[in-house]
Structure formats: C-alpha cells, structure tokens
C-alpha cells in the first residue's frame, strides 16, 4: 500500500501531466497572427500620432513591436514618435532596426538617411538613399532623390546635389523637397536669376515657411530688387517678430 509521500508524488506527477497536455494543446499564435496584430497596432499608432496623442501611440508601436519584432514599419513610426519629442538617441536606435529587419526596402532607408542627415550625419546618410533609390518597389524615390540632393547641398558638395535634385524633378516637376533646395544652389552659385525662377515654383507648389522667405529676401537683395526684399522680410517678421 502505497504511503502518503508516494500517494502525494503520484498526484502532483499526474497535474503536472494534465498541465502539460493542456499547454499543448492550447492553440498557439502563428507568425501570421501576430504579423497581423503588429499591422493593426501600428496603424492604431500611426493614428494616435496624428491626433496629437503620443503616449497612447508609443504604447501600441511598443505592442506592435512585442507582437512581431521584426516588422520594420513599426520600429519605423517608433523613430518618428521618439524624434518628436525629442529622444533622438532612442530614435536613431529605432530607425536602425527598422533598416535591420528589411534591408533593402527603400522607405526605411530613405527614412534612416533623412534621420542621419538632419543629425548631422550626412555622409552616413548617402548609403541608405542609394539603397532606397535602387529598390524596384520603392514607390516614391523621387523623394529619396531630393532628400539625398538636400544632405548633399548640407555637405557642400553642389554638383553631386545638383544631379540628385534635378533626378527627383523628373518624378515630379513641383516636387518641394527639390524645387527649394535647387533654388538654395542656385544662390549658392550667384545665378540669382535661376535662383528666382526655382523659388517661384516651389512658391506656387508649397505654403511659405521661415526658410524659403529668408532664401526670397537673400536673392531678392543679391539682384537688388528693393521691393521685393522688403515684401519677404515683412513675411518674415510676421512669422518671427524678433528676426
């Protein structure tokens, strides 16, 4: 007759055998679940974001990304949200998983670059936009074009901006990205009058900012148009009083 150390193993070996099989047979989330649930959460991020509502969207990217770790987009909104509000370390961290775990896909890398470029990390940033350039289903390179001429412009290298800027204009002829950095160039280089032309066009593609009605009163200034300098900085001092 069994004694009660034996009766008490003999019980606990048969729970653990009931757990055992229960665990097994409860149904595990397949790698399309959860590449599913990480869409959805970065969708639901993405949205929150626009509202203005950051902390709910941090915590549905961190879900999307506990969901499926390497699905790029979400690490991708990931680095948007941290740069917002300002933890670019943490930013630059996302945006290079983003590039890890799809190393070829052209709108991470474009992303990563213009990253790079705007921290000051210019010839870094070349790379990822030939990467994005190249890639065949890249839908907008024409953007990575003008991203990567406006990093070149930041380096000082005019010429190789140059052929980047006027590539992204063949994909489209209003692009902003590239019509306000050629005008910039222009400048750069004394042909004024050029450098009129392409900020007229970027003008009547885009709203006005600080930095194309600074460029405006510089070459309106350089090819001493008195009026029209003063027209661009009266824009400017309604949008900076103090400048």
């Given at each position: 007759m069994?004694?009660?150390?034996?009766?008490?193993?003999?019980?606990?070996?048969?729970?653990?055998?009931?757990?055992?099989?229960?665990?097994?047979?409860?149904?595990?989330?397949?790698?399309?679940?959860?590449?599913?649930?990480?869409?959805?959460?970065?969708?639901l991020g993405r949205e929150y974001m626009d509202r203005g509502q950051n902390e709910i969207a941090l915590e549905k990217l961190k879900r999307a990304v506990g969901f499926d770790k390497t699905y790029a987009p979400a690490h991708t909104m990931l680095g948007v949200l941290y740069e917002s509000i300002g933890q670019t370390k943490d930013a630059e961290h996302e945006f290079r998983l983003a590039v890890q775990y799809d190393p070829k896909d052209g709108d991470v890398n474009n992303n990563l670059g213009a990253f790079l470029c705007r921290h000051g990390k210019e010839a870094e940033a070349d790379p990822h936009f030939v990467t994005a350039i190249e890639d065949p289903f890249y839908s907008t390179p024409g953007i990575?074009?003008?991203?990567?001429?406006?990093c070149a412009l930041n380096r000082g290298e005019?010429?190789?901006?140059?052929?980047?800027?006027?590539?992204?204009?063949?994909?489209?002829?209003?692009m902003p990205a590239a019509l306000l950095p050629m005008a910039d160039l222009s400048y750069r280089r004394a042909d004024y009058l050029r450098a009129r032309a392409f900020l007229q066009r970027y003008e009547a593609a885009a709203p006005a900012s600080e930095e194309s009605l600074s460029l405006g009163f510089r070459i309106e200034t350089a090819l001493g148009d008195e009026e029209s300098a003063r027209r661009y900085r009266d824009q400017l001092r309604k949008i900076d009083p103090t400048g």
């Open positions: 069994p004694t009660d150390v034996t009766i008490f193993r003999y019980l606990a070996l048969i729970t653990l055998v009931v757990v055992l099989a229960a665990c097994s047979s409860a149904p595990k989330q397949d790698d399309g679940e959860r590449r599913k649930a990480a869409e959805t959460n970065t969708s990575a074009m003008a991203n990567a001429g406006s005019l010429d190789k901006a140059e052929t980047y800027l006027r590539q992204s204009l063949k994909y489209d002829q209003r």
